[in-house]
């Protein structure tokens, strides 16, 4: 399950069917390489000074997300045993993104080409992005752009998706 939050894709490193192809497979080497190889995109590179973050040629960053470790987790938890490759970073609102439903929906780009988006629920993504921006020690830049997004999720769903609404009750 990947979710889009303020220009990069979290990618959630302990649910494997839900990390994209290039992350999938857990005892590879250096999936980074190896997606290179492939005819997935042979641009991303992981940021030097940011173990969790790999970037492509047009700026495109996906980060590698994880809850935060409990009892006997491994902490640091890379994706393979190279230490060149992407570290899963500890995010207090991972849990709740990999408990979110899943929402599948088919993209299309500029360019027409199609695939199907494996992501969380929109009201669950607002959920999470209201929790971040009201985060005390959250920074200011982040918690207004957090604060926004909800909104603009919200008001997506309210005026152009209402099939997605929730019923407060429970009904």
């Known amino acids: 399950m990947a979710a ?4 990069k894709s979290l990618v959630p ?23 290179k190889s492939t005819n997935r ?14 970037r492509n040629s047009t700026g495109f960053e996906v980060d590698v997300i994880r809850r935060v470790a409990k009892d006997d987790d491994p902490h640091p938890l890379g994706l393979s045993d190279s230490e060149d490759d992407i570290w899963a970073a500890q995010a207090s609102t991972a ?18 080409d199609m695939a199907m988006m494996h992501t969380m ?34 008001t997506l769903v309210a005026n152009y998706m209402p099939q997605y609404e929730r019923r407060v009750d429970g009904a």
């Open 4 to 7: 889009w939050f303020g220009g």
């Open 121 to 154: 629920h929109p009201l669950d993504f607002a959920a999470v992005k209201q929790t971040l921006a009201t985060m005390p020690n959250r920074d200011p830049l982040k918690s207004s752009k957090d604060a926004l997004q909800a909104e603009l999720v919200r």
């Open 13 to 35: 490193a302990t649910s494997f069917e839900r990390v994209p192809r290039v992350l999938k497979n857990p005892w590879d080497p250096n999936p980074i390489k190896r997606a």
């Open 95 to 112: 849990e709740r993104i990999l408990n979110a439903p899943r929402f599948d929906q088919m993209v299309v780009s500029t360019a027409g």
């Open 41 to 54: 995109d042979k641009s991303f590179e992981r940021l030097g000074d940011q173990m969790e973050t790999a």
